[in-house]
């Protein structure tokens, strides 16, 4: 069981470039999510998504696209990258409902020069 | 929109002590839950215990407890019998009932706490 994975755990890129960050769980959750973790700051919402097909935008959605491909796996991709894109990014995973625990990946490195 | 406040920014404990962290938070929501994480150096986000704003009696996980005070939306987590393992950045968060999770969590900026041998 490995719960909420994500590819790659580090990249670099130059502004302008395009990437997309992978995540799966394998916990058969409904609810999953895209976090951004700067500097002396919490994580904040991206996107999040209910169920296979939807999305919504979270608090900080501008330059990101997601794609929910099914129930397992949800990406976000950067079409575009710019240096305020610098962050660590982590998906989360969870049961629907707001009490649940959501399951964090290990979260991915992005640097963009 | 809600806040959450983390006015600690580091603390530093000996081990086996008991430290006390402080969270509070702005809602106009009534019903809402809770929650504090751990992410060690190894980035990995932990939860470590939740609190649901419509009960009364305060959550507890082995070592760790919450004071929970619903008029004075604060939120504040006690470890006890601190160990070294505990060193690690602490996030407070909140998530509100309304909307079953779509807002997802509206996290703290983080207490770094230091457990000293």
């Known amino acids: 069981n490995a719960g909420v994975t994500q590819t790659p755990k580090f990249q670099v890129l130059k502004t302008g470039q395009s990437m997309t960050l992978q995540c799966a769980q394998d916990?058969?959750?409904?609810?999953m999510y895209w976090y951004r973790q700067d500097p002396g700051m919490g994580l904040r919402l991206i996107y999040y998504s209910a169920s296979e097909g939807t999305t919504d935008k979270g608090e900080v959605p501008n330059g990101y696209n997601v794609s929910r491909l099914n129930k397992r796996e949800f990406s976000l991709r950067l079409e575009s990258a710019a240096p305020s894109q610098t962050s660590v990014y982590f998906c989360?995973?969870?049961?629907?409902?707001?009490?649940?625990?959501?399951?964090f990946g290990p979260g991915t490195r992005l640097t963009v020069l | 929109a809600q806040t959450v406040t983390q006015s600690q920014p580091e603390m530093s404990v000996q081990e086996a002590e008991t430290v006390t962290l402080s969270c509070t938070y702005d809602?106009?929501?009534?019903?809402?839950?809770l929650f504090w994480y751990k992410q060690p150096p190894s980035r990995q986000m932990i939860l470590v215990i939740r609190q649901e704003a419509y009960k009364q009696q305060n959550a507890t996980e082995n070592r760790f407890s919450v004071n929970f005070q619903k008029a004075a939306k604060s939120f504040s987590l006690k470890i006890s019998d601190s160990q070294l393992g505990d060193t690690a950045m602490y996030f407070c968060a909140f998530m509100k009932h309304e909307g079953g999770g779509a807002d997802g969590l509206t996290f703290g900026k983080g207490t770094h706490l230091i457990i000293q041998p």
């Open positions: 989360a995973s969870s049961l629907s409902g707001p009490y649940n625990e959501q399951f």
């Open positions: 916990m058969n959750h409904n609810s």
């Open positions: 809602t106009s929501e009534n019903n809402y839950y």
